[in-house]
């Protein structure tokens, strides 16, 4: 059965935040790790659009999550803590998120984007030539780096895609190089 099968199962063919039925989409919550059903949602186009580019937030579409945030698997609970905190300037949402209870690791997992802080509260990772790195992006290698660990080399012009984000130092990122997932300095990598 398909992850998005048991998306469809399990929320019974609708956005499983905001209710809608068409242009459904499993949405896979960042940072990823093991996808699957447990890391994602299904989700409507407008969900997804909003939940992933912050400045077509519609906050009245939003008070959906006065149910969703109820949810009982911890993919939805996330992304609703997450537009709860985008959106807590407007009054209500914060309301909900006085509310709102997370498990310590999904209230981690929720925090990992760095949703709900203040932007110089936020550490923004940048690439050699200055560009904001975010997680899922993809970077290319500027220099050839011994990977730790190994005798292996990562050659100069090596793509790295859906890297992670280091939460604690803007300097670091994470990345699988082959088959090793490795942690690459900001400095050595450029924005595809």
Known sequence: MSVLEELNG???NACELCGATSEL???EVPPVSTGG???SILACATCI???ENPETTDANHWRCLNDSMWSEYDAVKVVAW???SRLKSEGWPKDLLDMMYLEDDALQWAKATGEGLSEDEKIIHRDVNGVI???GDSVVLVKDLKIKGSSQ???QGTAVRRISLDRENAEYIEGKVGPTLTVIIT???KKI
Request: proline share 0%; charged share 20%.
């Open 82 to 84: 997450r537009m709860l």
């Open 153 to 155: 080399v990562a050659k």
């Open 133 to 135: 790195l975010q997680n």
């Open 49 to 51: 659009g909003q939940v």
């Open 25 to 27: 989409n499993v949405y």
């Open 10 to 12: 399990r929320s019974g």
């Open 187 to 189: 400095k050595y990598v």
């Open 37 to 39: 059903i447990d890391g």
